[in-house]
């Protein structure tokens, strides 16, 4: 999704410095792979952001094994490029894992995963009828109906989609203010308050939503979003992207009133098939609603034999993640003062 053109152009002027990209065609020059990434001294990594948490290149469908081992095969013999890969937020299952894998193995390549951990996803196969019925407990579901009905007290809950790019226009705009009116907004990280990623969120969603693949749902009470969610789409997949609820209706739950919204609208057509929550793992919210897990993790892998190298740089990367996490404790805890 997050290399789809609309998303990916986008995002480049923000996100995409000192990007570069191999492309993989075959004999006849029909494009089978996209494959960004950051090249650096020691490794090349591929390209993720804080708004494009999947590192999944694009490979055909058709011959993937093919593709990612010429893709391999180019960063392995070409002595411009660094001799390790870092495949950052990678899922460990799927097509892509099994292929990649399977190139890995055969060419002998040592490879080590970080950072493994599980986030929520929406992939009930043939159970879509009643999946909240049978993935929330009946007392959570009672208490959602009673904060359902305090706010039906004030006026009428509208559950309202937007899918045109005339409609998520001002959708859109809707949702910003929304995000901007509350902690985010206090904190300085709202999207409405950094002109260069309102430019980006906008050039993408609206072009997406040109295409058919994006959506933005809200409830709405009194003619004003309480709650709203960006959904983008490519092939049989959705990925719940980024979800705003007015904090001052926050005893009434409007975000997770929202999300039961969505999964049921989005459990009523054929596809898609599976939604990536892109949550982190954990989450208070999601992980209490869609019950299905995707395991990720960031893949290290060694494209040029070099034992002392290797074991050098999973040392440096397991101090870098270990540094980053002792940071982020410790900000937690100075936050909870």
Request: some cysteine; hydrophobic content about 45%; charged content about 20%.
């Amino acid at each position: 999704m997050f290399y789809e053109p609309a998303f990916a152009l986008a995002a480049a002027p923000e996100f995409g410095a000192d990007t570069r990209a191999v492309l993989v065609r075959t004999a006849a020059g029909r494009l089978v792979g996209l494959f960004p990434g950051h090249p650096g001294r020691l490794k090349v990594a591929g390209w993720v952001h804080h708004y494009g948490p999947l590192g999944t290149p694009l490979v055909d469908r058709d011959e993937p094994e093919a593709v990612i081992g010429a893709w391999l095969d180019h960063l392995c013999h070409d002595p411009a490029i660094p001799p390790l890969l870092l495949l950052p937020l990678i899922p460990e299952h799927g097509a892509f894992a099994a292929s990649l894998d399977a190139v890995v193995a055969r060419g002998g390549h040592r490879n080590v995963a970080f950072g493994r951990h599980e986030r929520a996803l929406l992939t009930p196969g043939m159970q879509r009828p009643n999946y909240l019925e049978r993935s929330m407990s009946a007392a959570k579901r009672k208490s959602l109906r009673r904060q359902r009905r305090r706010l039906q007290d004030i006026a009428p809950v509208i559950f309202e989609t937007a899918t045109t790019a005339t409609g998520a226009t001002d959708a859109l705009s809707e949702f910003l203010a929304l995000e901007a009116s509350g902690w985010k907004g206090r904190a300085g990280t709202a999207i409405a308050g950094q002109p260069a990623i309102k430019a980006f969120v906008q050039n993408a969603v609206i072009g997406l939503a040109a295409e058919g693949k994006a959506r933005i749902d809200r409830l709405v009470l009194n003619g004003a979003a309480i709650a709203a969610t960006l959904t983008l789409s490519s092939g049989d997949t959705a990925w719940c992207w980024k979800i705003a609820y007015n904090e001052e209706l926050a005893r009434s739950s409007p975000g997770v009133q929202l999300i039961c919204d969505l999964t049921e609208s989005l459990l009523a057509a054929p596809e898609p098939l599976r939604v990536d929550s892109c949550a982190t793992a954990g989450h208070p919210m999601i992980d209490h609603i869609w019950r299905e897990r995707m395991t990720m993790s960031d893949r290290l892998i060694e494209l040029r034999p070099s034992a002392a190298q290797f074991a050098l740089a999973c040392g440096i990367e397991s101090a870098r993640r270990a540094a980053f996490a002792a940071a982020k404790s410790l900000r937690g805890r100075i936050r909870g003062r």
